[in-house]
Structures are given as C-alpha cells and as structure tokens.
C-alpha cells in the first residue's frame, strides 16, 4: 500500500516511523511519504490560509497550495488499475465517523492520500475539486473537534496500516480483538496467576478449551453491555447462539423481543 500524506507540520508524523508502522515501511510492506504543504505556496511567506469569506472567526486554508500539493501527489500514484483513483481522506469533525470496519475497507486501498487541515479548515471547493481526481472521504475520528488533522491521521494509518499482511506477526490476534466481531474484547490476563491477593478467573487454569471459550464469549457480552449498549443494539440476532441469548437475558438484554 501506498500512504501520502499532506500537512503543514509535517514532523507532527514522525511517529509513524516506529514501531510496528515504522517496521512495516523498513520491510516495504508500506510506502509512506509526508508532504509539507507549504512546498506549494508560491509566496515569500509561504502562506497557506487567509481570513473566510462571509466574516466569522478563524482562518480557512487557501485552495491553490493544496490543488498543486494534490496535484503533484497524483502525477506519481501507479495505481495497478489506471482508471481507479486514489482515495482522499480528509479528517473532519463534520465527516463520517472511522471505525473498524471502514479501517478494514481502507486496508483493501492501493494508494491512500490524507489531506490534514487546520485552522477552520480546508476552502470547501478543494473538496469539490479533488472529485475529479480521487474519490473523497471526510473522516472524523470522533465527536470532538482537535487542533489538526494530523493526530487523526495518526490513529487511521496505525489502525489501517496494522491489518496489512504481514505487519502483524501473528494474525490470529486480529480476529480475537474488540470490534472485529461487534462486540468488545475479553479481559487477558498474564503470569502471575495470583497477583497482589487478586486471582486470575479459575477457568483459564481448566485446560477445558470449549468452557475458556465459553467464558471468554460471556465476558465479551457482559462488558460490550456494560460499557457500550449501543453495539449490543447493532448485533445482528444471527450473530448470536442460544447460549448466548441467555448471557445476555441474565444480563437484562433480551435481544429477540
Ligand atoms: N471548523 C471545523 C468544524 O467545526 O468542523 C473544525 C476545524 S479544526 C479546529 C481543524 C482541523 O482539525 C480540521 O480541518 C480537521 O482536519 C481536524 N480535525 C478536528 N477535529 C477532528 C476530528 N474529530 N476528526 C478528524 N479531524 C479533525
């Protein structure tokens, strides 16, 4: 996969040269450039916003840098399909909200272009503009507004960039984790077995892999109940076997009625 990104703090990136991201770009398994926006500007200070049309608070970031940043982003994308276009994101509070099933969609991308704003954000018709050259996609990280878009882009390309093959060396542990199946993950626990007057669950110690897995499965439906009700809502009833139709009506959740 190939991953640009364009902003005007471009060591606000740095980060994704660690770690497992990092590792996956020393072992080619991801190609990612950082374009510093203010490359494109064509003035003495290099500026890249200017006060909004209609009054208001804030500064809007200028259309013509980020036409020719895109721009010249484009001229070197070898997307195996000539008429597929790149993605662009562009993180927005106002855009769709990233989760792990648009991280699994995004995962399947050749090329991938992240568009970080800042200020009140990018001059609108950059978007209409990037219509004809990519397929648009604000994103949102979540209800919260953040300074830029870099720290978004940060979490979308470690959680993208991670279900890459071959970046995680063992590929089980995708399928296990919270949000993969709808609901939340199971507690883990390590060695010690007892720990400060605080034993592990016994089951764990069984050996009995279907009671662990049963265990396991309770625990997902208790805590996904718990802390987010609102999945629960979302399950699908064929996701869901007798037994655990009972966890959750033991729990107060009766799902088929
Ligand atoms: N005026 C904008 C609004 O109310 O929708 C907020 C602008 S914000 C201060 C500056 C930039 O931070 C945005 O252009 C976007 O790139 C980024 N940003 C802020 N909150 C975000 C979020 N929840 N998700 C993704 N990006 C965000």
Redesign the pocket.
């Known amino acids: 996969m190939r991953i640009d990104v364009v902003s005007i703090f471009p060591e606000y990136l740095a980060p994704l040269e660690l770690s497992l991201i990092g590792k996956a770009r020393q072992d080619g398994l991801l190609s990612l450039q950082v374009h510093d926006l203010r490359e494109f500007t064509t003035d003495r200070h290099r500026t890249v916003d200017d006060t909004p049309y209609g009054g208001g608070a804030?500064m809007v970031?200028k259309p013509e840098p980020w036409a020719l940043a895109l721009e010249s982003v484009t001229e070197t994308s070898t997307t195996s399909d000539s008429a597929a276009l790149p993605t662009l994101i562009?993180?927005?509070?106002?855009?769709e909200v990233?989760n792990q099933k648009l991280a699994y969609e995004l995962a399947e991308e050749e090329h991938l272009v992240f568009?970080?704003?800042?200020?009140?954000?990018?001059d609108e018709r950059v978007l209409e503009w990037s219509e004809e050259h990519f397929r648009v996609r604000p994103?949102?990280?979540?209800?919260?507004?953040?300074?830029?878009?870099?720290?978004?882009?940060l979490a979308m390309v470690e959680a993208v960039g991670r279900l890459l093959p071959g970046v995680i060396g063992n590929p089980d542990s995708l399928v296990e984790e919270s949000h993969s199946d709808g609901l939340l993950e199971y507690p883990v626990y390590t060695k010690p077995s007892s720990w400060r007057e605080r034993d592990i669950p016994a089951v764990l110690l069984s050996g009995n892999h279907a009671k662990i897995a049963r265990f396991r499965r309770d625990e997902q439906l208790r805590r996904t109940s718990e802390r987010r009700p609102d999945l629960i809502d979302r399950l699908e009833i064929g996701a869901l076997n007798k037994a655990d139709l009972e966890t959750l009506h033991s729990l107060g959740v009766d799902k088929d009625q």
């Open positions: 804030g970031m562009v993180p927005s509070p106002a855009g990233f568009a970080c704003g800042r200020y009140e954000g990018i994103v949102s990280l979540g209800d919260y507004v953040l300074n830029g878009g870099e720290v978004a882009v």
